[in-house]
T-cell receptor, first 110, second 113 residues
Framework: EDQVTQSPEALRLQEGESSSLNCSYT??????LFWYRQDPGKGPEFLFT???AGEEKEKERLKATLTKKESFLHITAPKPEDSATYLC???????????FGQGTRLTINP | KAGVTQTPRYLIKTRGQQVTLSCSPI?????VSWYQQTPGQGLQFLFE???????NKGNFPGRFSGRQFSNSRSEMNVSTLELGDSALYLC????????????FGPGTRLTVT
């Protein structure tokens, strides 16, 4: 069974304080790893897809990386508007569906 | 391009009733997936429809069902509602079935009393 574990559950940073969120996974034949951002009361917003180990993608202050066992979402010099829950999901060859982690709730204080 | 729309946005139902939720995907998208989100279980996959056919199903009881129409719009139905069905129900559309990016709607907040 595909599984995704995200850590930490919650993270509080000061504005400008860079950090990383972790997504560890076990999956039968990874076909894609996805990062989403979710604001309270809204649906998840797509950020990145990573398909193979060693791949990296960037968007503004966010950078996602992938290894064979985990993915990291690096946040550089965050701003208060980056506060949200960040969700990681995997799509495996066996399950053929997105399996989500519980998310990391990120708070950036001004 | 218009995003995924879901109606209604909020619903309050009584235990034992049934409910139908609607989802309109992004124009051109043929795959629609449904998810249930609760604080305890997180985001859980319900089912996926592609070209009017159910392609995959999650581990939910038969009270949860869905369908897709020829214009790719989708509905999900929950019969004999239970208190534990209270959740945010999210619909996501993608260009195809498989590891494509899925774009989520705002969700329908269902409260069962």
């Amino acid at each position: 069974e595909d599984q995704v574990t995200q850590s930490p559950e919650a993270l509080r940073l000061q504005e400008g304080e860079s950090s990383s969120l972790n997504c560890s996974y076990t999956v039968s034949g990874l076909r894609g790893l996805f990062w989403y951002r979710q604001d309270p009361g809204k649906g998840p917003e797509f950020l990145f897809t990573l398909y193979s180990a060693g791949e990296e993608k960037e968007k503004e202050r966010l950078k996602a990386t992938l290894t064979k066992k985990e993915s990291f979402l690096h946040i550089t010099a965050p701003k208060p508007e980056d506060s949200a829950t960040y969700l990681c999901a995997v799509f495996g060859q066996g399950a053929q569906k997105l399996v989500f982690g519980q998310g990391t709730r990120l708070t950036i204080n001004p | 391009k218009a995003g995924v729309t879901q109606t209604p946005r909020y619903l309050i139902k009584t235990r034992g009733q049934q409910v139908t939720l609607s989802c309109s995907p992004i124009s051109g998208h043929r795959s629609v997936s449904w998810y249930q989100q609760t604080p305890g279980q997180g985001l859980q996959f319900l089912f996926e429809y592609f070209s009017e056919t159910q392609r995959n199903k999650g581990n939910f009881p038969g009270r949860f069902s869905g369908r897709q129409f020829s214009n790719s719009r989708s509905e999900m139905n929950v019969s004999t509602l239970e208190l534990g069905d209270s959740a945010l129900y999210l619909c996501a559309s993608s260009a195809g079935t498989g590891p494509y990016e899925q774009y989520f709607g705002p969700g329908t907040r269902l409260t069962v009393t």
